[in-house]
């Protein structure tokens, strides 16, 4: 069983940066691919970021060049720094793990899911 805990949401303005985390409990973390998704209101929830279990990561074309994602396995922490915020980028973003090593980009393809935490970027 794995469970994990996002934090660092809140309001930002456009423009502005934010750095979530990912607190993960449980021995596998260093060998298993992480992700974050998010859900705007009235959406479905969407691909962001992936991470594989060697470092390699994969970034949604929305995002790229602007959010990061990173992990410390001495911690069982992963992040997410997010810059050049947008309005549109305003959501509930999860942190998730995945049930492979290999970067996967289908939600339906992680296993466990955090709460999530709020993001709101005001124009």
């Known amino acids: 069983q794995v469970q994990l805990v996002e934090s660092g949401g809140g309001s930002v303005q456009a423009g502005g940066s934010l750095r979530l985390s990912c607190a993960a409990s449980g021995r596998t973390f260093r060998t298993t691919a992480m992700g974050w998704f998010r859900q705007a209101p009235g959406k479905e929830r969407e691909f962001v970021v992936a991470i594989s279990g060697a470092g390699g990561t994969y970034h949604a074309d929305s995002v790229k060049g602007r959010f990061t994602v990173s992990r410390d396995n001495a911690k069982n922490t992963l992040y997410l720094q997010m810059n050049s915020l947008k309005p549109e980028d305003t959501a509930v973003y999860y942190c998730?793990?995945?049930?492979?090593?290999?970067?996967?980009?289908?939600?339906?393809?992680?296993?466990?899911w955090g709460q999530g935490t709020q993001v709101t970027v005001s124009s």
């Open positions: 998730a793990a995945a049930a492979t090593y290999s970067i996967v980009t289908v939600s339906n393809q992680y296993r466990y």
